[in-house]
């Protein structure tokens, strides 16, 4: 009897651990990317320079989609655009299985993200209606994500899957050449944040490459994906107008309670400055006069807001 109720018990514990899913997108989770990109329009006498700026992307909250859950990224301005016009900084995500979907405002409806129960050989395809510059109808491209090899890894004392894929890409673009992507369980992929769609840059610019720097969560820890800081950033000599702390936003106090304060040395007089929630319900709009901006936020309820000029996001926080 007592070997039978053994034999049960790890026939259950076998079973259990078999359909555990994949882990996603859970608390406190954090990414820091690169952003590289060779110009010359913004360099005086003209000339290609190249800069490497630093984002970050992270998980901030939770809210219902159709009666689903769904989790809240923050991010920069995402990608549907060959020049970035689409404004969208919020991206949801949903996870069934070993499947995780994601959706914004810039799609035409849930995608899937990654497919980590996709065995060797086998491939997942993600579309996304892209937008070419001066074409106003959206030109549906599919990304076909085909499994090359599968490993388990270990980081910070945790096992983890990896894929090892290779993306080609087909309708609007099919004269880009497939290029190879990594995806990591937690971790996502090693080159584009969202898989198989890009970012931009805080210059509003999408000719860039974007490599992971670092990932962290509140129970993973810190992971170094490269030898480089997570804060790593780095301008080539001559290009004078984006050194120092000239793509930086400035909020401050941070967390603030009655008034904020916020500079930013690129603004333009007359430009805008948004507050939106972690929904991405915009709360707040005011005309900036001058570089620096003073904000009553004591309506504001308590939590966590984003505050938006031209592509530069900022968080803080209200705590009362």
Same mark, same amino acid.
């Given at each position: 009897m007592k070997n039978q109720l053994l034999f049960m018990f790890m026939l259950f514990a076998f079973i259990s651990k078999a359909q555990q899913s994949v882990v996603f997108f859970p608390q406190g989770a954090k990414w820091h990317y690169n952003f590289a990109r060779t110009v010359g329009h913004l360099t005086t006498p003209p000339g290609s320079k190249t800069y490497i700026l630093n984002q970050t992307a992270e998980y901030v909250g939770d809210t219902m989609i159709n009666k689903e859950p769904v989790k809240i990224i923050r991010?920069?301005? &995402?990608? @549907?655009?060959? &020049? !970035? /016009? !689409?404004?969208? *900084?919020? *991206?949801? %995500? #949903?996870? @069934? +299985?070993? *499947?995780?979907f994601m959706n914004n405002a810039c799609m035409s409806g849930w995608q899937i993200l990654y497919n980590f129960a996709t065995p060797v050989g086998g491939h997942w395809v993600t579309n996304a209606a892209y937008l070419v510059h001066n074409i106003t109808t959206p030109t549906e491209t599919t990304f076909t994500v085909t499994v090359d090899s599968i490993k388990t890894i270990s %980081? /910070? /004392?945790q096992n983890l899957k990896r894929l090892y894929t290779t993306v080609e890409i087909g309708g609007g673009f099919p004269f880009l050449p497939p290029y190879k992507e990594t995806f990591t369980e937690r971790i996502g992929g090693h080159y584009l944040f969202l898989g198989t769609t890009g970012l931009c840059d805080e210059r509003g610019d999408t000719q860039s490459f974007y490599n992971l720097l670092c990932y962290q969560?509140? *129970?993973f820890g810190l992971y170094q994906h490269t030898d480089k800081a997570c804060d790593y950033t780095t301008y080539d000599v001559g290009l004078d107008e984006l050194k120092d702390e000239s793509l930086k936003l400035k909020v401050y106090p941070n967390p603030a309670n009655e008034v904020l304060n916020v500079e930013s040395p690129l603004s333009p007089k +007359?430009?805008?400055? #948004? %507050?939106?929630?972690?929904? +991405?319900k915009t709360v707040c709009n005011k005309q900036l006069v001058n570089q620096k901006t003073q904000i009553n936020v004591s309506e504001l309820q308590k939590g966590i807001y984003f505050i938006e000029i031209g592509n530069a996001v900022s968080k803080f926080v209200i705590d009362r």
């Open positions: 991010h920069p301005q &995402f990608d @549907r655009e060959m &020049f !970035c /016009n !689409c404004t969208v *900084t919020t *991206t949801y %995500i #949903k996870q @069934r +299985g070993d *499947t995780v %980081i /910070n /004392n969560d509140n *129970t +007359g430009g805008t400055i #948004k %507050i939106v929630d972690v929904l +991405g």
